[in-house]
T-cell receptor, first 114, second 114 residues
Framework: DTEVTQTPKHLVMGMTNKKSLKCEQH?????MYWYKQKAKKPPELMFV???????INESVPSRFSPECPNSSLLNLHLHALQPEDSALYLC?????????????FGPGTRLLVL | EDKVVQSPLSLVVHEGDTVTLNCSYE??????LLWYKQEKKAPTFLFML????IEKKSGRLSSILDKKELFSILNITATQTGDSAVYLC??????????????FGQGTILTVHP
């Protein structure tokens, strides 16, 4: 089973709203990732969690706040977003950063900021 | 800065044709190269390559890595309409704070007509 699930599938929010994206995997993976993908562009790495600790933050604005409550769950809290933040947000997981770099992606959350 | 370049950017073929997709890279600390297929949403994993000259095969798809010339190719034989997708090449970094980070190329859009 190489399934990563993400909720919601679609999200529309205003610039003053607070919302959260959720990601879950039950493969025993200890590394989890958030990517942002704009139309016709490749995924861009935002954050990496390794053993529930934040290991990479690619200079992402503070209006995006990641959280890893346990080894199976990854959240991305959104607050005061801008219209240019509209994109497909992908979650991925791998066995561990130091073990395997084969990342398995979830279906994504398509976010629209009005 | 790590860089991955794919060519061509788009390709239109007919069913039954054979296609070759290219990926060249410049990475400070190369660890591996991965190929993904992305249709509507999540990129799905195809291959991971770490050693030069060893071909990986899965059905009609195959891939090989040349670490001396810093490139990889993805071959698809007897293409089908279901092969229509964006094919992403990504390189995994093995160094320091970028350990485990994937850098993606811009993708090749493959369209297979019946």
């Amino acid at each position: 089973d190489t399934e990563v699930t993400q909720t919601p599938k679609h999200l529309v929010m205003g610039m003053t709203n607070k919302k959260s994206l959720k990601c879950e995997q039950h493969m025993g993976h200890r590394a989890m990732y958030w990517y942002k993908q704009k139309a016709k562009k490749p995924p861009e790495l935002m954050f990496v969690y390794s053993y529930e600790k934040l290991s990479i933050n690619e200079s992402v604005p503070s209006r995006f706040s990641p959280e890893c409550p346990n080894s199976s769950l990854l959240n991305l809290h959104l607050h005061a977003l801008q219209p240019e933040d509209s994109a497909l947000y992908l979650c991925a997981s791998s066995q561990a950063v130091a073990v395997s770099e084969t990342q398995y992606f979830g279906p994504g959350t398509r976010l629209l900021v009005l | 800065e790590d860089k991955v370049v794919q060519s061509p950017l788009s390709l239109v073929v007919h069913e039954g044709d054979t296609v070759t997709l290219n990926c060249s890279y410049e990475v400070t600390n190369f660890r591996s190269l991965l190929w993904y297929k992305q249709e509507k949403k999540a990129p799905t994993f195809l291959f991971m390559l770490t050693s030069s000259g060893i071909e990986k095969k899965s059905g009609r798809l195959s891939s090989i890595l040349d670490k001396k010339e810093l490139f990889s190719i993805l071959n698809i034989t007897a293409t089908q309409t279901g092969d229509s997708a964006v094919y992403l090449c990504a390189v995994a970094n093995a160094g320091g704070t970028s350990y485990g980070k994937l850098t993606f190329g811009q993708g090749t859009i493959l369209t297979v007509h019946p």
